[in-house]
């Protein structure tokens, strides 16, 4: 069963730190993406890549950072953690050409306290 | 840029009767549409899609309807069960530009009464 793994389901972490959100993906995938999801704002993309070693900011970039250093692994990285960066994070893939869905993890739920 | 958006935050159903979420989106070009469903605790997960040369795509219990000309889409799911309450999304894809991503509405929660 293919599918996108997030290493924590759960994480707290204290204002100031420095934190790391890991996703692998083992579909093979080009494009893979991190969104965060707070209630009433749907998801909210934080930054998306489309190949290994590429980049592109989405809609709310600002207190983040991304590392694609191979194919089939995305990182986030929240350079000092704030409480207004406690959220649900999600990460996706998805295969080239249009047409195609978004295979999810299972979320990584992030307090900073 | 595009906005996807859903009518209502709640929809509360009894198990047995037909759902019907509504969803509006404000770019005419798109031309992908999914819907997504997320169970307390997990990642959305995949349902049905359709393309903007179709209006209707059926499913096992479930078919969307995609309305151009008033740039809005729905999920129904027939017979709804409680297994079925979470939250649905759905999400729509531009021609121009973001054409490796897709925009996300707000969800509507499905809250099925036995």
């Known amino acids: 069963d293919v599918k996108v793994t997030q290493s924590s389901r759960y994480l707290v972490k204290r204002t100031g730190e420095k934190v790391f959100l890991e996703c692998v993906q083992d579909?093979?995938?080009?494009?893979m993406f991190w969104y965060r999801q707070d209630p009433g704002l749907g998801l909210r993309l934080i930054y998306f890549s489309y190949d290994v070693k590429m980049k592109e900011k989405g809609d709310i970039p600002e207190g983040y950072s991304v590392s694609r250093e191979k194919k089939e692994r995305f990182s986030l990285i929240l350079e000092s953690a704030s409480t207004n960066q406690t959220s649900m994070y999600l990460c996706?893939?998805?295969?080239?050409?249009?047409?195609?869905?978004?295979?999810f993890g299972s979320g990584t739920r992030l307090t900073v306290v | 840029g595009e906005s996807v958006g859903l009518h209502l935050p709640t929809l509360s159903v009894q198990e047995g009767d037909n759902s019907i979420i509504n969803c509006a989106y404000s770019?005419?070009?798109?031309?992908?549409f999914i819907w997504y469903k997320q169970e307390s605790g997990k990642g959305p997960q995949f349902i049905i899609d359709i393309r903007s040369n179709m209006d209707k795509r059926q499913g096992q219990r479930v078919t969307v309807l995609l309305n151009k000309t008033v740039k809005h889409l729905s999920l129904q799911i027939a017979a709804t069960q409680p297994g079925d309450s979470a939250v649905y999304f759905c999400?729509?894809?531009?021609?121009?530009?973001?054409?490796?991503?897709?925009?996300f509405g707000t969800g509507t929660q499905l809250k099925v009464e036995l």
């Open positions: 999400a729509g894809e531009g021609v121009t530009g973001g054409g490796n991503k897709l925009t």
């Open positions: 579909m093979d995938h080009e494009n």
């Open positions: 996706a893939s998805r295969g080239t050409g249009k047409l195609n869905g978004y295979t």
């Open positions: 770019n005419s070009a798109s031309d992908y």
